[in-house]
């Protein structure tokens, strides 16, 4: 759908990303396999102390994932790809709000994706393409008086 194929597949992202991402790549792929609330409460958790993610940072987080994991450069590899995205960013100390949800246009299509300062990180999708369902965002840090 959104996705880059096989072929198109980032270039040039550093080592030490691309073995970040293999790190984090199998327990999103595990994360992938749990129920919704399941899925949830666990990414509720990883987010605890981190910063929001800015887009350059999240886009880095999602193109590493791309480029070390055929399934998740793929047309079906929407959800490990987000879910690997948002704890590539949290090994970074940030969080991007992670989004799941349907296209508003025909044909249906369920599709998970980050977000990134209010944006949609890499679809290529106009605001509005996806109605989202479920997101865990960056906690907001309490104001002090």
């Given amino acids: 759908m959104t996705t880059p194929s096989a072929l198109e597949r980032p270039q040039g992202v550093p080592f030490a990303r691309r073995l970040a991402a293999r790190l984090v790549l199998g327990p999103a792929l595990l994360l992938s396999l749990l129920p919704p609330r399941r899925i949830r409460a ?3 958790w990883a987010r605890r102390g981190a910063a929001p993610a800015t887009a350059e940072g999240a886009l880095d987080a999602r193109d590493a994932l791309c480029a070390v994991s055929l399934r998740c450069a793929g047309p079906q590899g929407c959800l490990p790809r987000s879910l690997g995205a ?5 090994l970074r100390g940030t969080w991007p709000t992670w989004c799941t949800g349907v296209r ?3 044909p249906f299509a369920a599709h998970a994706w980050i977000e990134a300062e209010g944006r949609p990180v890499g679809e290529g999708m106009p605001d509005g393409y996806f ?13 002090g008086r």
């Fill in 42 to 44: 666990v990414l509720g």
């Fill in 131 to 143: 109605t989202r369902l479920i997101t865990v965002g960056p906690r907001r840090r309490p104001t």
């Fill in 104 to 106: 508003t246009v025909p």
């Fill in 86 to 90: 948002a704890l590539l960013c949290r």
